[in-house]
């Protein structure tokens, strides 16, 4: 299945973006999603996951403010980014996996598919 990442751009302090993230088909590849980002200089981070069972997960840093969602179709999954400050800007990815289980939803290898990227930059 290929992802397809978009939404990103500029955005002051205390903004909002939503990004959106298109799968090419429905399979059981998409069965849990998510988003993860990566700073300059730092690693890839697990931002927001949504499973087969509709159960969400966040990241401490993201909680309150960043909201996960998909379509009924599993097949789009968003991010509704809100109250963004600098330390959100990174490339965003986009990941989809098989699996229907609830456990390892933050980590980068629970997920087989990975989208582009897309670039989210917060200014002060």
């Known amino acids: 299945v290929q992802l397809q990442a978009s939404g990103g751009g500029p955005v002051q302090a205390g903004g909002s973006l939503r990004l959106s993230c298109a799968a090419s088909?429905?399979?059981?590849?998409?069965?849990?999603m998510g988003w993860f980002r990566q700073a300059p200089g730092k690693e890839r981070e697990f931002v927001a996951g949504?499973?087969?069972?509709?159960?969400?997960y966040y990241a401490d840093s993201v909680k309150g403010r960043f909201t996960i969602s998909r379509d009924n179709a599993k097949t789009t999954v968003y991010l509704q980014m809100d109250s963004l400050n600098s330390e959100d800007t990174a490339v965003y990815y986009c990941a989809a996996g098989p699996s229907k289980s609830d456990y390892f939803h933050s980590r980068k290898d629970a997920y087989a598919f990975w989208g582009q990227g897309t670039l989210v930059t917060v200014s002060s």
């Open positions: 949504i499973v087969w069972s509709g159960n969400v």
């Open positions: 088909a429905r399979t059981e590849s998409t069965n849990r």
